[in-house]
């Protein structure tokens, strides 16, 4: 377990100095990946022109892959099985789907220390959190991003059990993190997930943990509070983040 890499996470490097409170917007029906990606852009350059104010949008997808600005053609192995969308994100190919809680971030850098090394740790560490509510223990690995869980018996002793993968324009960020809960892990076997042969990929679901998307998304917002400031459920939230499908 690594947990000196966390150095730069801290009130003073992550939280708004004028404590200006995040939208919290939760779809409600599966979010196609094209119009996520579109949704993304146009709040992101609302945010960088001080129109609009920072959102975290928590999402499924229907079943699909993703290609990072990383990845291998070679990875993808089973190209026919789900769409397959270029993210523009950093890393690799991972799966989204059913059962896995997608948190999208669109955070104002330039109120945050610009520092994206510290905007990962702080993600990483959220996710941490947010685990141990749940009773699982999250762990970082030195040059592997995303959260880890030891599993005896699984290839390597340990699986991956949430991914990261962020782009920062204009200081504004978009993408986020994926959260397996519950998902079809038999999904991943398409891909290299973020290019890792060796490991394989848990959920709670698969952990013992059997716990609602309503309890995730509970927990991820304490967490996400703690590190980063306060968050609202705003009362005009945009129809589509809401009912986009």
């Given at each position: 377990?690594?947990?000196?890499?966390?150095?730069?996470?801290?009130?003073?490097?992550?939280?708004r100095?004028?404590?200006?409170?995040?939208?919290?917007?939760?779809?409600?029906?599966p979010?196609?990946?094209?119009?996520?990606?579109?949704?993304?852009?146009?709040?992101a350059?609302?945010i960088?022109?001080?129109?609009?104010?920072?959102?975290?949008?928590?999402?499924?997808?229907?079943?699909?892959?993703?290609?990072?600005?990383?990845?291998?053609?070679g990875?993808?192995?089973?190209?026919?099985?789900?769409p397959?969308?270029?993210?523009?994100?950093?890393?690799?190919?991972?799966?989204?789907?059913?059962?896995?809680?997608?948190?999208?971030?669109?955070?104002?850098?330039?109120?945050?220390?610009?520092?994206?090394?510290?905007?990962?740790?702080?993600?990483?560490?959220?996710?941490?959190?947010?685990?141990?509510?749940?009773n699982?223990?999250?762990?970082?690995?030195?040059?592997r991003?995303?959260?880890?869980?030891?599993q005896?018996?699984?290839?390597?002793?340990?699986?991956?059990?949430?991914?990261?993968?962020?782009?920062?324009?204009?200081?504004v960020?978009?993408?986020?993190?994926?959260?397996?809960?519950?998902?079809?892990?038999?999904?991943?076997?398409?891909?290299?997930?973020?290019?890792?042969?060796?490991?394989?990929?848990?959920?709670?679901?698969?952990l013992?943990?059997?716990?609602?998307?309503?309890?995730?998304?509970?927990?991820?917002?304490?967490?996400?509070?703690?590190?980063?400031g306060?968050?609202?459920?705003?009362?005009?939230?945009?129809?589509?983040?809401?009912?986009?499908?």
């Open positions: 377990m690594i947990t000196e890499a966390l150095t730069c996470v801290g009130p003073e490097r992550l939280r100095a004028d404590a200006a409170p995040v939208d919290w917007v939760v779809a409600d029906a979010v196609d990946y094209p119009f996520a990606l579109q949704a993304m852009k146009d709040r350059a609302a960088a022109r001080g129109d609009a104010p920072e959102l975290v949008w928590l999402v499924e997808h229907p079943p699909l892959y993703t290609a990072g600005t990383s990845a291998d053609a990875d993808l192995l089973d190209p026919e099985r789900f397959v969308y270029e993210a523009g994100r950093g890393g690799e190919y991972t799966y989204h789907g059913p059962g896995q809680r997608v948190a999208y971030l669109m955070l104002d850098l330039r109120a945050r220390g610009r520092d994206v090394r510290c905007l990962v740790q702080g993600l990483e560490g959220w996710i941490i959190d947010t685990l141990a509510g749940f699982v223990t999250g762990e970082l690995r030195d040059g991003i995303g959260v880890w869980v030891r005896p018996g699984r290839p390597g002793g340990e699986s991956k059990i949430a991914a990261i993968g962020v782009r920062v324009s204009k200081w960020t978009t993408h986020g993190i994926a959260l397996n809960v519950s998902p079809d892990l038999g999904h991943f076997a398409g891909i290299v997930p973020c290019g890792i042969a060796d490991r394989g990929v848990t959920s709670l679901e698969d013992g943990q059997l716990v609602s998307m309503p309890e995730v998304d509970g927990a991820l917002r304490t967490a996400f509070e703690r590190r980063f306060p968050t609202v459920s705003p009362a005009a939230a945009p129809q589509a983040l809401v009912t986009a499908a």
